[in-house]
Each structure stands twice: as structure tokens, then as C-alpha cells.
């Protein structure tokens, strides 16, 4: 199983910004799907999670500006940033809970980081 992040790069505050992420591989079934962000120095911080139905969650800095969203045909999860501020500079890593075929085992897999800059 992999997970493909994509969509980051450089942006003005105030800005948009909309990071993909697919899951694909030997996949039964995708469960919680998350959106992390780490930046030099600092412990990897949660910014916001979709569990397998609708339910969301977000850290308090990023409430009303950012949202999770996920398409389950795709195994993709979305994550729409807008009113981009310089604090949310960072690198950003998709994160799963997936249960693997055939075993039906549950892993947590990592995308690769994408780098947001939000910067004039």
C-alpha cells in the first residue's frame, strides 16, 4: 500500500491552496484518513481528520479556513487551505488507516511530505 500526496507549493497569504492524497494498493477498506504538518524543530502536528463516514476534525488554528473532505471511490483525501497565513508554512503528510487485502490487517500508512510556503 502507498499513499501519493500531491498539490503543495508556494502561495501568497491570503491565498489557496488543495493537497491530494491516494491510497492505493492491496486496499480492503479505508478508514480514518488524516492531514499532518511538521515544521523544523517542531513534533508533526494533526491539522485535521475524516473518519470513514463524515465526520471531521481540525486544530484550532486552521478552523474555518481549511477543509477536509475525502472521496471513497478514490481513496483520496482532499485538504482545501484558504486565507493562508505564514504560519502554516510547513511540510504536510497524509496519513491512513487502512485495512489490507486479504488479510484485513489494519496498518497506518504515511505519504510522502508535500512542502507548503506561504510567503510574499
Known amino acids: 500500500v502507498q499513499l501519493q500526496a500531491s498539490g503543495g507549493g508556494l502561495v501568497q497569504p491570503g491565498g489557496s491552496l488543495r493537497l491530494s492524497c491516494t491510497a492505493s494498493?492491496?486496499?480492503?477498506?479505508?478508514?480514518?484518513m488524516s492531514w499532518y504538518r511538521q515544521t523544523p524543530g517542531k513534533q508533526r502536528e494533526l491539522v485535521a481528520s475524516?473518519?470513514?463516514?463524515?465526520?471531521?476534525t481540525y486544530v484550532d488554528s486552521v478552523k474555518g479556513r481549511f477543509t477536509i473532505s475525502r472521496d471513497n471511490a478514490k481513496n483520496t483525501v482532499y485538504l482545501q487551505m484558504s486565507s493562508l497565513k505564514p504560519e502554516d508554512t510547513a511540510v504536510y503528510y497524509c496519513?491512513?488507516?487502512?485495512?489490507?487485502?486479504?488479510?484485513?490487517?489494519?496498518?497506518?500508512?504515511w505519504g510522502q511530505g508535500t512542502l507548503v510556503t506561504v510567503s510574499s
Open positions: 496519513n491512513a488507516n487502512i485495512n489490507h487485502a486479504p488479510s484485513y490487517r489494519t496498518y497506518i500508512y
Open positions: 494498493g492491496s486496499i480492503f477498506s479505508v478508514n480514518t
Open positions: 475524516i473518519a470513514s463516514g463524515v465526520s471531521t
